[in-house]
């Protein structure tokens, strides 16, 4: 019976090992983490700064205005911005906060407090707090203190209320979009780190998304592959209205990448690279539970709602982070024990079975390095991968169950 055994764990070691090789040799380097933005010098100024329309969606975003809209009001633009904030809904007082930052920061001139009206029929929430931000005109025409002539700008910057924007920010992506005439210009934000969950499980979320859609490969334009992280995006207004405007994703969960997929997939020129402190979200993650909710809402969905494609991913997820750890425990006990037992056990096939485990560890940890390294963590952060790969596995089919079961996700 051990003998069969260990021929079935030596052939899944060397799919392990396989999957693991295939990461840290792939070309497009998915497992580095680039590019990073600040990592090159900004690029020069245009001609001439186009308008910017900054849009935030908000629901019960109280606690997170007074930290990141004042940085927005006073972006470092030589051109003209306005910042919209839509109020989808608030309870707690979010279109009053945001008036009074404008007020004390003394930047009413640049903010419009959007009031949200009803959730139409096949909309999500955040993409229709963000259709009637890009549909304002009507809005500002009962607002008296608005500049009249500020119509059609053309860009627009997508914002989430938990992203603290540097002051140089928005100048940076105007003059990258411009230079490249790109028609998204998207940054990841810099995730906070700070809390053993987060220190556990968001340098894997960056880790994971990084290898589901590689920058290198989405800023490829000759590649179909497209996506965004929906903290901070810059859209040319012209691409968005010949995408079909935002009623073309009004229905996505995933609002950021099909948003991409959308802008990108008539040729259009998009870019995604991470940031390393000048776009930062401030959202806390002091719990496993409050990680566990944020990834379910989204982890089915990005399955596309296949229980094929799940048993799929577990499949997967099992083979790359449980298996390697198997095959060294259990080789290095066979082997162990074989040191004492008065029986023969097949100590070449043991072996075999501990190198391949070790061969899969030691390139997983090998590709893992530049995301904790990223974040500033301890290299030993490194080795907690699989037990974030298991977590991420469970979050995963905890989110298909509840879409199985019907229960809500709460607002999008």
Not at 22 to 39: F, Q, S, T, Y
Not at 110 to 135: D, I, S, Y
Not at 331 to 358: D, F, H, N, Q, T
Request: proline content about 6%.
């Amino acid at each position: 019976m051990l003998p069969l055994v260990l021929y079935f764990l030596s052939f899944l070691g060397l799919l392990a090992v396989l999957i693991w090789l295939r990461i840290a040799l792939d070309p497009v380097r998915a497992w580095d983490l680039r590019p990073v933005a600040e990592g090159v010098p900004p690029p020069p100024d245009p001609q001439a700064w186009p308008d910017v329309r900054i849009i935030v969606p908000a629901r019960n975003e109280a606690e997170s205005l007074p930290r990141t809209l004042p940085a927005l009001l006073k972006q470092d633009y030589p051109g003209r911005f306005e910042v919209a904030v839509v109020d989808d809904r608030s309870q707690d007082g979010t279109a009053d906060v945001a008036r009074k930052i404008a007020e004390e920061a003394i930047a009413t001139e640049h903010l419009t407090v959007l009031q949200g009206q009803a959730l139409p029929e096949g909309w999500v929430g955040k993409v229709w707090a963000l259709e009637q931000g890009f549909r304002m005109e009507e809005e500002r025409k009962a607002a008296a203190h608005q500049q009249s002539d500020f119509r059609n700008p053309q860009y627009l910057l997508l914002t989430d209320a938990d992203i603290l924007h540097a002051p140089g920010s928005l100048k940076r992506l105007v003059a990258e979009s411009a230079q490249g005439r790109l028609a998204l210009n998207s940054r990841m934000a810099r995730l906070r780190c700070h809390s053993a969950p987060e220190r556990l499980l968001i340098p894997p979320f960056v880790f994971f998304f990084n290898l589901l859609y590689p920058m290198r490969r989405v800023n490829d334009a000759k590649d179909k592959l497209a996506a965004a992280a929906g903290g901070c995006v810059l859209l040319d207004r012209a691409a968005l209205e010949q995408a079909g405007g935002f009623a073309c994703i009004k229905g996505e969960i995933i609002d950021d990448v099909n948003l991409a997929r959308a802008i990108k997939k008539d040729g259009r020129a998009i870019r995604l690279a991470l940031s390393r402190g000048d776009v930062e979200s401030l959202r806390e993650y002091e719990t496993l539970a409050s990680i566990w909710k944020m990834v379910r809402r989204t982890a089915f969905t990005e399955l596309r709602y296949s229980y094929l494609r799940l048993c799929g991913a577990l499949l997967a997820l099992a083979l790359t982070f449980v298996v390697p750890l198997v095959l060294a425990a259990m080789g290095a006990g066979v082997l162990l024990y074989g040191l004492s037992a008065e029986v023969e056990i097949p100590r070449l096939m043991a072996l075999w079975v501990l190198v391949k485990g070790v061969i899969a560890l030691a390139v997983m940890l090998k590709v893992y390095r530049p995301a904790t390294a990223y974040f500033g963590l301890h290299p030993a952060w490194t080795c907690t991968l699989p037990l974030a790969g298991v977590l991420y596995g469970a979050m995963t089919l905890d989110s298909a169950l509840r879409h199985f079961t019907g229960i809500q996700r709460g607002w999008r």
